[in-house]
């Protein structure tokens, strides 16, 4: 079946440094790929998304590439701020299915 | 904008008892989605729903049923619940218009404890 595997948290960085968070999938067919965060005490927000091979997904700072070659999905950022400590969820989509299939989760902590 | 509504947004139950969780999704929404994210885990797909039936169905316990109403809201109703239940349960909604590629907008979940 689909899956999809992260690096393991938690990354600790300091203000303004650069963050990368891999992503990997494995899935048959065409799947969209997401990015999802969930700060402390709430729910799943949509960060970024893509939905075709090498199209960019970006948003507040934060981008990832959808490369079929490598099936990699990975999240960066030039500079992270304190109020981007959360966790971050990469997740797929199939394109023969409707739910989402979400990897474990790597805990961000940005520290002043 | 209107978001995913939950409710409720906690909920303590003990051994045993059952419990109801409710979801609104956005208007418009006809496909609702139902997710446990357990201490530290991803979220799991539970059950799903498109235009009140059943469309596809994940890891959702036998003591667990879910259904989706006339408005499009969708219960989650749990039995028997036992201490491993204890976990956050979210919904998600889809607009229409095809399946592929929508995005699935998540509410803020109902934090369920069962003591």
């Known amino acids: 079946g689909d899956s999809v595997t992260q690096m393991e948290g938690p990354v600790t960085l300091s203000e303004e440094a650069f963050l990368t968070i891999n992503c990997t999938y494995t899935a048959t067919g065409y799947p969209s790929l997401f990015w999802y965060v969930q700060y402390p005490g709430e729910g799943l927000q949509l960060l970024l998304k893509?939905?075709?091979?090498?199209d960019k997904g970006s948003n507040k700072g934060f981008e990832a590439t959808y490369r079929k070659e490598t099936t990699s999905f990975h999240l960066e950022k030039g500079s992270v701020q304190v109020s981007d400590s959360a966790v971050y969820f990469c997740?797929?989509?199939?394109?023969?299915?409707?739910?989402?299939?979400f990897g474990p989760g790597t805990r961000l902590s940005v520290l002043p | 904008a209107a978001g995913v509504i939950q409710s409720p947004r906690h909920l303590i139950k003990e051994k045993r008892e059952t419990a109801t969780l409710k979801c609104y999704p956005i208007?418009?929404?006809?496909?609702v989605y139902w997710y446990q994210q357990g201490p530290g885990q991803d979220p799991q797909f539970l059950i799903s729903f498109y235009e009140k039936m059943q469309s596809d169905k994940g890891s959702i316990p036998d003591r667990f049923s879910a259904q989706q109403f006339s408005d499009y809201h969708s219960e989650l109703n749990m039995s028997s619940l036992e201490l491993g239940d204890s976990a956050l349960y979210f919904c998600?909604?889809?607009?229409?218009?095809?399946?592929?590629?929508?995005?699935?907008?998540f509410g803020p979940g109902t934090r369920l404890t069962v003591l």
């Open positions: 893509a939905t075709k091979a090498d």
């Open positions: 208007p418009r929404h006809d496909t």
């Open positions: 997740a797929l989509r199939g394109n023969y299915g409707q739910n989402f299939v």
């Open positions: 998600a909604s889809s607009p229409p218009g095809g399946l592929i590629y929508n995005e699935q907008f």
